[in-house]
C-alpha cells in the first residue's frame, strides 16, 4: 500500500485541479538511475489502469502503482512540504536502505 499525508493530498487535489481533467490519475513508480540506483517517479496518467497496476484511493486522490514498483513502494508513505527553500513531495520509504541528499534517488 501507499500512503499520502494530508498535505500531500491537498496538494496533489490543488494540482488535479489547475490541469482541469477529471481522468487524470496519480502514478507512482520506480527506475532505474539516479545517485543511489533507483529514482522515484511521479506524475498524472490519463490513460486507463493496467492490468496488473496496483490501485490506492485516499480522501478521493487515486494513485496507479504497476507490481514491479511496489515491490520497492510498498509501505511508502508520500508527504508534501510547503517549504520555501526546501518544498515539495517526500518520499518516506521503509524498504530504503539509503538514500540521496536530494530525496527523489534510493538503494534497496
Known sequence: MISLTTAAVKEIQRLL???NNPNLILRVGV???GCSGLTYAM???DSQKKELDQVFEQDGVKVLCDPK???????MT???KNDLTDGGFRFIN???KGSCGCGTSFSV
Open 17 to 19: 485541479t489547475e490541469q
Open 31 to 33: 527506475k532505474g538511475g
Open 43 to 45: 506524475g498524472f496518467d
Open 69 to 75: 514498483s511496489l515491490l520497492y513502494l510498498d509501505g
Open 78 to 80: 508520500i508527504d508534501f
Open 94 to 96: 521503509p524498504n530504503a
